[in-house]
């Protein structure tokens, strides 16, 4: 079967990337998660293990126990009731309707069962691409980086293109070599980013430095600690305490933030923060978030 990998939904999404800010969060809103046009991927391609906060131990490519015919969740409601947080935290970046209802045309696995294998790889090289694509789509929108908004805007059409090709070229696809242009100009915003906001202060503190990249900071009090413009991409957060902390010009790309105490922080003007990353995190009514980021309806009022 010869599925169409264009049509209006994917012509929304590839349009030039220098325009205005609406239309920006047009294409963001594109890259949020939709089940409802999904064929609950996640529930089937991905491993799952209890130990992470999911149902049970789960290979990959086997339907998820709570996954019903019509790709309903039969335990959604109660996911959080349930200590289901791997399930509450995850994010596609709306790689699942793309593959669902782009790559293959509205055809599910179920119908297309010699597909199936074939739809999950492409799914999980899917959610690579559309997760690059938030990142910098959230770098052009970044006035700090106005300097490099025209190499944003091409690697933003060239990751588009990718997402358009056909299913064996995108299983094909060495991800990593595409992944490794996209953090040059991740890395370059980040600097441009966090260089402007520890401009003027006297003593920028050591997580304000590289050093800080990749660090262990497991339960650790940084209450304390100045963190604005702090790098800590792929930092270990896990039960830290931010409680209070401002954040501004953070970069949190691979951040693990499991159970760390973010109530009253402020994250408005953090960079490379994503909705999973907040799903996971303890917070209150007083946690100020990103414009990009979405409130769970979880949340404390």
Request: glycine fraction near 6%; include cysteine.
């Amino acid at each position: 079967m010869i599925y169409p990998h264009e049509n209006k939904y994917d012509k929304k999404l590839s349009e030039d990337y220098t325009d205005s800010a609406s239309i920006i969060d047009t294409r963001l809103q594109e890259m949020r998660g939709d089940c409802g046009k999904c064929f609950g991927l996640c529930c089937v391609a991905l491993y799952f293990s209890a130990s992470e906060g999911f149902p049970v131990n789960k290979d990959a490519g086997k339907p998820c126990p709570n996954l019903q015919t019509d790709f309903n969740c039969s335990v959604h409601k109660e996911l959080r009731k349930k200590g289901l947080k791997g399930c509450t935290a995850y994010d596609c970046f709306g790689a699942g309707q793309k593959v669902a209802q782009v790559t293959y045309g509205g055809h599910d696995w179920r119908q297309e069962v010699e597909v199936a294998k074939q739809m999950f790889e492409v799914f999980l090289v899917m959610r690579q691409l559309h997760e690059m694509l938030w990142y910098l789509t959230e770098a052009s929108t970044l006035q700090t980086a106005h300097s490099i908004q025209d190499k944003l805007s091409c690697l933003i059409n060239e990751t588009m293109r990718l997402t358009r090709l056909s299913p064996d070229l995108l299983i094909g696809l060495d991800v990593e070599v595409h992944r490794d242009k996209v953090n040059i100009l991740l890395l370059n915003t980040s600097e441009l980013v966090r260089s402007k906001i520890c401009r003027g202060q006297k003593n920028p503190s050591k997580y304000q430095k590289t050093k800080a990249r990749g660090a262990d900071f497991m339960g650790l009090d940084l209450r304390k600690s100045n963190l604005r413009g702090a790098n800590l991409r792929g930092t270990c957060l896990i039960a830290a305490n931010l409680r209070n902390v401002d954040l501004s010009g953070a970069d949190f790309i691979g951040a693990d933030l499991r159970d760390t105490d973010l109530r009253g922080a402020n994250l408005t003007e953090s960079i490379f923060l994503t909705q999973s990353q907040i799903n996971t995190a303890k917070r209150d009514s007083n946690t100020k978030l990103p414009r990009l980021l979405t409130r769970p309806t979880y949340w404390p009022k």
